[in-house]
């Protein structure tokens, strides 16, 4: 791989809570635990150990990713602020807590 590109936000999510119980175990594949962080850019998340965060979440995440890297406030579709939005999962298990931070760069699409 040869990234070019220098992306204009990065993204920490965070599993906050759980909507069953207080463990993953016999609902989440992944062994989500509450505080796991993933880290990235433009690819799929990862945490510190280089696991990947679940593909079915991401499903529901790369759009949220995309909006704002579109210019979008996430506050307008019920995050917390503009940069800030708690999901949960698909299988209605994990919530996660997704914020973006700008990195200054330049949108290769607007030079």
Not at 22 to 50: A, S
Not at 96 to 105: D, T
């Amino acid at each position: 791989m040869k990234k070019w590109y220098a992306e204009e936000y990065e993204w920490e999510i965070e599993v906050v809570s759980f909507l069953r119980g207080n463990q993953t175990e016999n609902y989440c594949r992944n062994g989500e635990e509450i505080g796991d962080k993933y880290t990235c850019t433009y690819g799929c998340p990862v945490n510190q150990e280089g696991h990947s965060i679940c593909s079915k979440v991401m499903t529901i995440m790369f759009p949220i990713m995309e909006s704002v890297r579109s210019g979008g406030d996430l506050s307008k579709i019920g995050g917390i602020d503009k940069y800030t939005k708690e999901i949960v999962c698909p299988d209605g298990c994990v919530v996660f807590k997704m914020s973006a931070k700008e990195l200054g760069n330049v949108n290769f699409y607007k030079r």
